[in-house]
Nanobody
Framework: VQLVESGGGSVQAGGSLRLSCAASGRTFGSYCMGWFRQAPGKEREGVAA???????YYADSVMGRFTISKDSAKNTVYLQVNSLKPEDTAMYYC?????????????????WGQGTQVTVS
């Protein structure tokens, strides 16, 4: 599975972005897809994930502000990020795994993209 993120940028606090993750390779639809982020000097943390039946789960810190979705026809997963705060500033990574994984099991996810930077001022 190859993953390519896009959609990051610099926004003011309170703003919104839509991050995209285009997947190619193996059967996209059956994989668990997730979004993670890593701020400078901090560990990578899970943000949101979606499984093949559309079930979603989120980190408490983004609940109600971030929404994960997917378009299976386009092999793309999205992360809509609203009401952005300066503490949301980080590199955002897309990840995939054949099995559903907790967001806290960061190192267990099998496939990763290169990331897209989000900066909130």
């Amino acid at each position: 599975v190859q993953l390519v993120e896009s959609g990051g940028g610099s926004v003011q606090a309170g703003g919104s972005l839509r991050l995209s993750c285009a997947a190619s390779g193996r059967t996209f639809g059956s994989y668990c897809m997730g979004w993670f982020r890593q701020a400078p000097g901090k560990e990578r943390e899970g943000v949101a994930a979606i499984v093949d039946d559309g079930y979603t789960y989120y980190a408490d810190s983004v609940m109600g502000r971030f929404t994960i979705s997917k378009d299976s026809a386009k092999n793309t997963v999205y992360l809509q990020v609203n009401s952005l705060k300066p503490e949301d500033t980080a590199m955002y990574y897309c990840a995939a795994d054949p099995n559903q994984k907790p967001l806290t099991w960061v190192l267990s996810w099998g496939y990763w993209g290169q990331g897209t930077q989000v900066t909130v001022s």
